[in-house]
C-alpha cells in the first residue's frame, strides 16, 4: 500500500509562486509514474502534470504550461510541482498520484484520473488577486 503526502499548498497573491512537495511511505515512487490534479469547488477534477516513471517526458495542461514545472526526486522518494506566476484561476485543491508497476524504462505520462493507482489527501492552494 502506498500512502501520498502532500505539502507546500497555501495562500498567495496573483504573479507568486508555491512550490508543492508529494512524498511517499509504504513503497518508493521510483517504480511509478506520476501525476498532479487539482479540483476546484465546483469543477471537475483536471489533470495539471505528469511525469513518467523514466522521469524523461512530462506533461502539462495548457492551462499551466510555461508557468508550472513537474519534477521528481527519486533519493527523496518525492514529486514537486512548483508553481510560478499563479493567478486567481489556480485556486484549488491539488492532489498528487501515483500509477504503479510502471515498466522501468517507461517514458510514458498519464492525464487520465482512472491512469492512477493511489492518491493523497490534497493540498489547499489559494491565490488572491
Known amino acids: 500500500q502506498v500512502q501520498l503526502v502532500e505539502s507546500g499548498g497555501g495562500l498567495v497573491q496573483a504573479g507568486g509562486s508555491l512550490r508543492l512537495s508529494c512524498t511517499a511511505s509504504?513503497?518508493?515512487?521510483?517504480?511509478?509514474?506520476m501525476g498532479w490534479f487539482r479540483q476546484a469547488p465546483g469543477k471537475e477534477r483536471e489533470v495539471v502534470a505528469a511525469i513518467s516513471r523514466s522521469g524523461v517526458s512530462t506533461y502539462y495542461a495548457a492551462s499551466v504550461k510555461g508557468r508550472f514545472t513537474i519534477s521528481r526526486e527519486s533519493a527523496k522518494n518525492a514529486v514537486y510541482l512548483q508553481m510560478n506566476s499563479l493567478k486567481p484561476e489556480d485556486t484549488a485543491v491539488y492532489y498528487c498520484?501515483?500509477?504503479?508497476?510502471?515498466?522501468?524504462?517507461?517514458?510514458?505520462?498519464?492525464?487520465?484520473?482512472?491512469?492512477?493507482?493511489?492518491w493523497g489527501q490534497g493540498t489547499q492552494v489559494t491565490v488572491s488577486s
Open positions: 509504504g513503497r518508493t515512487l521510483s517504480s511509478a509514474a
Open positions: 498520484a501515483a500509477r504503479n508497476n510502471v515498466s522501468p524504462y517507461s517514458h510514458t505520462t498519464y492525464a487520465g484520473g482512472s491512469d492512477y493507482d493511489y
